[in-house]
């Protein structure tokens, strides 16, 4: 019998760009530093399932993320990809972007908050004080024909304030797109989203001006909501999901935050929605068992470990 059994729902988009995050996102809350030619495989390997956006890492001052703090030696090793995958990069501030394209990076992003508290912890300044920092990275970015993500975190609740208004959200990322950015990203980053949430900020987003094309999302799946949630997304008209090969990734200043939603989980579920990924399902579910061994732990995507166990 093959699995997932198709059955087609045409309310629902017909093909999704899966944002791979696993190398980037996935990785760099690890305690044990990951060596640079295991990482450079990785996103090969990401590749070579079929994955056509894959995050490669993140041009931030190694005190903050020691984990990337080789992104100057693994992002020529990828340079055979660039024809075929796009390898984005994060970049904080001027630094982080002059860092990145003397590599030659194509497309970067930014990375902001819609509450205070975490802007404070993840960036050391206020709200305002983050996209005053950001808007010169994206302006200097497009002017080198960058293409510029940007990342918004605690769209849906935050620890330390509880629930985010939604009118906080919308003011956010209406700044960071009218300063440029190409796609917005809509972080769970702690994973207290639910259906009903995603489906009114997605609505309120289209009221003020943000148009569904330009939205992505990323969600953690604390309380098992990841797929939920993606779901809605989806029938709002969303057609870029973020997603970690393995369910790898939390967040380092976020305490509460567990994994990223796993991508094998979220192409599953595509797959029997009849929605075209372009991923080979199997090589991805290798991909990812490779990536645990080198981890030293079990994956913890539930379509890893079944596909695993069938094998």
Known sequence: MTLPMVVRDP????????????????????????????????????????????EATSFVHPKWVPQLADAEDLFPLLAGLGDTVDLPVLVPNERG??????????HVAVFASATESFAKANLNRTVDEALAMFEPVVTRAKAERARVRGYLSMCFGDPWEGAVPEAQVVRVCR????????????????????????????????TAGVPTDRIGVHFHDTYGQALSNTLTA?????????????????????????????????????????????????????????????????SPSRTVRALSHQD
């Open 234 to 298: 989806l029938r709002h008209g969303v057609t870029t999901v973020d997603a970690s090969a393995g369910g790898l990734g939390g967040c380092p200043y976020a305490k509460s935050a567990t994994g990223n939603l796993a991508t094998e989980d979220l192409v599953w579920m595509l797959h029997g929605l009849g929605i075209d990924t372009g991923v080979d399902l199997s090589r991805l579910t290798a991909t990812s068992g490779w990536m645990a061994e080198h981890l030293g732990r079990p």
């Open 11 to 54: 309310r629902l988009p017909s093909r999704v760009r899966i944002h791979e995050v696993g190398a980037r996102d996935g990785l760099q809350n690890e305690k044990g530093v990951v060596p640079t030619g295991v990482k450079a495989e990785f996103v090969h390997r990401l590749a070579a399932s079929g994955l056509t956006t894959i």
């Open 97 to 106: 972007l002059d860092r990145a394209l003397a590599l030659g990076a194509r």
């Open 175 to 206: 700044a960071l797109i009218d300063m440029g950015c190409d796609e917005l990203s809509l972080g769970d980053t702690v994973g207290v989203a639910t259906p009903g949430q995603v489906a009114s900020l997605l609505t309120a987003l289209n």
